[in-house]
């Protein structure tokens, strides 16, 4: 049984379009990263966010965690063939415990 | 200042071997945790260790086991391979309460 469902779990889109990936869970979390995995590399970290019904930035991806801290969505503007990765979110438990969701496959075709 | 380290990059063994993975953290980074990652099952956690003990295990059977050193270090030992243990085998450190920094992993194959 997996804590976090990732969905979509496969995404194939043109360069210049514009996605969302969302992390769900019954569960809440103390904080919920998110982070990209390239083929042959670990997982690097992206983003934290700790405050339900925060919104982070980072150039075109914006993250924001849900109102009751349960889950998080990841919206990307203009996506570019470097964005291309496995996009993974983590929810961290009040005892310091992470939990990965299922992942989602973004391929950005130039 | 360099990231989390882990060795080797490739191990291959046969059904029935031991396998040791290593891992050194971050440097100030006291938690190592460990993940698999097979094909299409995402990232499974292992073990957590922090200060040099075991703070947590996940769903692996007994033949998963680890420790970590006084420096912070960290070796994963995988008794009596099976052929479901091939996957790549991810070490994580951080500070306590604090985000996860991954290393690029060991990919074990077992033939």
């Known amino acids: 049984t997996q804590l976090l469902e990732q969905s979509p779990q496969f995404l194939s889109i043109q360069e210049g379009e514009n996605l969302t990936v969302y992390c769900n869970s019954s569960s809440v979390f103390s904080s919920l990263q998110w982070y990209r995995q390239e083929p042959g590399e670990g997982p690097v970290l992206l983003v934290t966010?700790?405050?339900?019904?925060e919104v982070k930035k980072l150039k075109r991806l914006t993250f924001q965690f849900g109102d009751a801290r349960k889950d998080s969505s990841l919206h990307i503007t203009a996506a570019q063939p470097g964005d291309t990765g496995l996009y993974l979110c983590?929810?961290?438990?009040?005892?310091?415990?992470?939990?990965f969701g299922t992942g989602t496959s973004l391929t950005v075709i130039p | 200042e360099a990231g989390v380290t882990q060795s080797p990059t490739h191990l291959i063994k046969t059904r029935g071997q031991q396998a040791t993975l290593r891992c050194s953290p971050i440097s100030g980074h006291t938690s190592v945790y460990w993940y698999q990652q097979a094909l299409g099952l995402g990232l499974q956690f292992l073990l957590w260790?922090?200060?040099?003990?075991?703070?947590n295990r996940g769903n692996f059977p007994p033949r998963f086991s680890g420790r970590q050193f006084p420096n912070y270090s960290s070796e994963l030992n995988v008794n009596a391979l099976e052929l479901e243990d091939s996957a790549l085998y991810l070490c994580?450190?951080?500070?306590?309460?604090?985000?996860?920094?991954f290393g690029d992993g060991t990919r074990l194959s077992i033939l």
């Open positions: 983590a929810g961290e438990t009040t005892g310091n415990q992470f939990y």
């Open positions: 966010v700790v405050t339900g019904g």
């Open positions: 994580a450190s951080s500070l306590m309460f604090r985000p996860q920094h």
């Open positions: 260790y922090d200060e040099g003990e075991e703070r």
